[in-house]
């Protein structure tokens, strides 16, 4: 995309760039002054093309690593620490202080959420409040968690005091395609567990988490959050061989989360928490609204330009509407505009890999060569940071596009007469997130949803794809997910339940009852949070 300098406004233009010096371990941010890696943009700021220098982030090696690791369990300290042991009224304060100081980098973090990964301005805004909120949403669903436990239960004799505590240390790992919100969505109930953490921000949007580092180090007691920058296969590996990591929280690729897996030593210590891969179908079905039904699918397919796991990556189209709906789909992604984050009703935006243009079009030939064809003039057209999107049909099985998550922009159609053939190859396929179904008739929707629900772990009708609300569980079975996330399940997957239990006898009575009277024990505790 060319653009000259003066037609990106004024508020959006990199002015100044971000060269990180430091990095956050055991509540201090450290001087770097080793090897530093530029980060770039894949939009221009000039009017011939080329990559925008945005900064740098210090290149930290197993040393640094070894430092956070430390910091971590330093903080938690066999769960004696200040923060495990902490009230949890108190941990809800810490989380508080962040959010406060966190707002006041809306400008900053949404500025380079367009420059680094090209989100479009409304979804980078979208994606900052939508974290702030999950936040607040999460300090309340604590709230009442731990309102829930405030009693004393009785059985067989014995009374149970049933809580949740904290797993340890927790290594952090999240995507580029939503830096902040996913990577945040396990950070904060993590840390409001009362578990420590080292989080290392993914490959592209990281700048991005620079300004909060702050707010970081002021908020929570030394320890509690460690943050480095480099490269997982330097940083996360030595931290996982040490075997002293207790929960790998990871959204992004299964091989990345296999090999880290593969690193730690002591298999039944380690608990996972990911959010993989998905080819999330959609079906379309012979009385689908196809208004509707297209309008779904280009939101699904296409929006941040298909770079979202929960993206639709493969559609099924029934074959008594399949010439309706291709020729109407394809019409509609080539009137999507495209443009820098900061236009006006842009759809698609610049690619921030640099390699993802020509790994698309590998996907196109590798297709073409195998019988299919592009629907749309557009289709595969090169922008010097961009590809657009192909409509390729007639898939097939044998096609890379079919069997790779392309986490880009690619649609493959394919078209069926029953409808145990998407279902066969969902039953057949590695991933297990969700689907789309597009249909009317409960006659035939009935038996599919049944099945459906039983492939995949969100039946979206006649709905795109997607995680939120991110109170509603997001999870998926097989290589998609391990663990279940929304706000109130995530308090769930980083702790785990752990009770005072005691004998039904004078003495007990006596003790426990002086314990809540004195209120020494954090633990034991029937306090009520407003
Ligand atoms: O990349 C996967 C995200 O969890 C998708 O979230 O459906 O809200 O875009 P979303």
């Known amino acids: 995309m060319i ?25 201090e941010l450290k001087p770097w002054e080793g090897a530093v890696t530029d980060v770039f943009s894949t939009i221009s700021s000039t009017e011939k093309y080329e990559h925008t220098l945005l900064g740098s982030i210090p290149d930290l090696g197993e040393k640094e690593a070894m430092e956070a690791l430390d910091g971590a369990l330093g903080a938690y300290d066999q769960g004696k620490g200040v923060w495990p042991t902490m009230k949890v009224s108190d941990r809800i304060e810490c989380m508080e202080k962040f959010v406060e100081q966190m707002k006041t980098k809306r400008d900053i973090v949404v500025k380079l959420l367009m420059w680094e990964i090209g989100k479009s301005l409304p979804d980078s805004i979208k994606e900052f409040d939508r974290t702030v909120d999950y936040i607040y949403d999460t300090i309340e669903d604590y709230k009442q968690l731990d ?37 945040f969505a396990l950070l904060i109930p993590a840390l409001i567990m009362g578990n420590t953490t080292i989080f290392k921000p993914a490959k592209h949007g990281v700048l991005l988490i620079t300004p909060l580092l702050e707010a970081f180090k002021n908020s929570f007691p030394k320890g509690v959050v460690n943050i480095l920058f480099g490269r997982g296969r330097t940083v996360a590996a030595p931290i996982m061989k040490t075997g002293k990591v207790d929960v790998l929280a990871l959204i992004g690729n299964s091989k990345s989360a296999n090999a880290l897996q593969d690193q730690h030593p002591k298999s039944n210590r380690l608990r996972l928490v990911l959010g993989l891969e998905a080819k999330n179908p959609a079906i379309i079905l012979p009385d689908a609204n196809m208004e509707l039904t297209i309008e779904e699918c280009l939101t699904g397919t296409l929006s941040f330009n298909g770079q979202r796991c929960t993206a639709l990556k493969i559609v099924y189209v029934h074959d008594e509407v399949k010439e309706d709906f291709l020729n109407e789909f394809a019409a509609r992604v080539d009137k999507l505009k495209f443009g820098n984050p900061w236009d006006e009703g842009v759809k698609l935006t610049p690619l921030p890999e640099p390699g993802k243009p020509e790994y698309v079009q590998e996907l196109i030939d590798d297709a073409l060569a195998k019988g299919a064809k592009i629907m749309n003039k557009k289709g595969g057209k090169h922008f010097d940071n961009y590809i657009w999107p192909a409509v390729l049909y007639p898939v097939t099985k044998d096609m890379r596009v079919y069997q790779e998550e392309q986490f880009g922009p690619v649609i493959p159609v394919l078209s069926f007469k029953d409808i145990e053939e998407p279902l066969d190859d969902m039953a057949e396929s590695n991933y297990g997130q969700q689907v789309s179904l597009f249909g009317k008739d409960v006659y035939a929707l009935a038996p599919l949803i049944d099945t459906l629900a039983n492939l995949v772990c969100r039946v979206n009708l006649n709905s795109s794809c997607q995680r939120g609300p991110d109170v509603y569980p997001f999870t998926g079975r097989k290589d998609s997910a391990q663990s279940t996330l929304s706000v109130h399940d995530a308090l769930r997957s980083f702790s785990i339940r752990t009770l005072l239990a005691f004998k039904d006898n004078e003495i007990n009575k006596d003790t426990v009852k002086q314990l809540l009277e004195t209120k020494l024990s954090n633990f034991t505790s029937t306090e009520y949070i407003l």
């Open 3 to 27: 653009k000259e300098k003066t037609s990106i406004p004024e508020s959006y233009r990199i002015d100044s760039l971000i060269h990180q010096k430091t990095y956050l371990v055991n509540g």
């Open 147 to 183: 309102r829930n436990s405030a009693k004393f239960q009785k059985h067989e004799g014995v009374y149970a005091h049933i809580r949740r505590g904290p797993l340890g240390v927790v290594l952090c790992l999240g995507p580029y395609n939503y830096p902040l919100n996913e990577t």
